[in-house]
Nanobody
């Protein structure tokens, strides 16, 4: 079994910064890819950014140039540095990981962490 635990959410003023973390634990052989998703009230969950084990990254257009995704493979931890935050970044942010447990490859979600940006 694999668990993903997010932390770092909170209330921040527009223009401010937050750093989210996602720690994976359990039976882990490798984590080929990790992503951040977010879901605002009344909206569908959307992909924010993805990072693969080799370090390549992809970002959704609304966050390009403002958010930075990174990971520490030794700690099985992923981060999202969010800068120049806007009202529209308010959402619950979810960690998502594609994990190889040694027996199978499966996808897991974290429980989410709330980010609220006030103007």
């Amino acid at each position: 079994q694999v668990q993903l635990v997010e932390s770092g959410g909170g209330l921040v003023q527009a223009g401010g910064s937050l750093r989210l973390s996602c720690a994976a634990s359990g039976t882990i052989f490798s984590i080929p890819s990790m992503s951040w998703y977010r879901q605002a009230p009344g909206k569908q969950r959307e992909l924010v950014a993805t990072i693969i084990s080799g370090g390549s990254t992809n970002y959704a257009d609304p966050v390009k140039g403002r958010f930075i995704i990174s990971r520490d493979n030794a700690k099985n931890t992923m981060y999202l540095q969010m800068n120049s935050l806007k009202d529209e970044d308010t959402a619950v942010y979810y960690c998502y990981a594609n994990v190889h447990t040694g027996l199978r490859l499966a996808n897991y979600w974290g429980q989410g962490t709330q980010v609220t940006v006030s103007s």
